[in-house]
């Protein structure tokens, strides 16, 4: 089966579909289905993007860290992560040898600094195609507050790591921003080879016969469905401004939702919190968008930012 492909930046995916950090483990490309056949062949995603790496290894948040609402989930999982050197020595080997797509490294710093010192380390890996540059997380220089939330801080940010690479550069952005354009044009003007949005919103569950908050940190990211009329503005004020392509995510659970998202103005889709429902949702929708394109003779790229 060939899918729809699509590009971004310098990268070619073979899939316009890909899965979204944080979000989709190694281990869905083991599960079957009755059949016994893979539940999700890995050729049907453009490409694979890790779980966000920090420079330090992180424990994460402690538990309940996952708390699932009416319309999507909430979480704070704290960037649980194995570190930059982890990650080099034990989760890249098996990142090469299990993954026959482009693999995106997603990671983060607390400093501009410290960026520059993990994309540097990581550039020489031929096994990465690309990194997913998380500007979600606070900022030690600015007093904790978000990378993404100011378009200067993104600027230096941007301009600093891709004077380092020459691979694709996503700057991922955050949606808890006033000014989704402004963020977009920052990383765009600093040299980012395209955009991702959006990352989780701000979100809280409470119990009220309790009161007590669902998640140990109380407040945490929401994702899901209930956030796809969110995504989808602000991927539509973001391509408005932007001449990079942009990869899409926010509540798409379905091919028609991603179809939506192209219209707003991606080149490409992220499935995230649909895998935790059904690990083969990427997959129904890399194969619904061809079928839609085939019966309908045409090719995602004659829709991208075509909402009327
Ligand atoms: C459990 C969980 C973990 C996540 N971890 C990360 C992460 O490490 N890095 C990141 O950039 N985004 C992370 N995200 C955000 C997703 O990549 C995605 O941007 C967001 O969930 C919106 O897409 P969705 O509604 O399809 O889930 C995480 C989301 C969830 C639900």
Redesign the pocket.
Known sequence: MRYIESALGRLKLASCVTV????FGLEYFRLRDAAGEPLLPQESLGAY?S??ITYEPKAGNPSPR?CETEC??L?S?G?Q?PGLKGFLQNDLPVLKETLHIPLIV?F?GSSTDEFCEMITAMEPYQEIAGF?V?V?CPNVEKEGIAFGADPEVIHKLVSRLAAITDKELIV?LSPNVTDIAQMALAAQEAGASSL?L???LWGMAIDWKTGKAMLSKKVG?Y??RG??PV?LALVYKAAQVAKIPILA????HTWQDALEFIYAGASAV?????N?IDPGAPVKIAKGLHDYCKANDIHIRDLIAKVK
């Open positions: 979204a950090s944080g979000t993007v779980k966000t996952l999507g989930l979480n999982i960037l992560n997603s983060s997913e998380n979600s991922k991702a959006i990352n989780t990211g994702s899901g956030v796809k995504a995510m926010g509540g798409i992220a499935v995230g919190t649909a935790f």
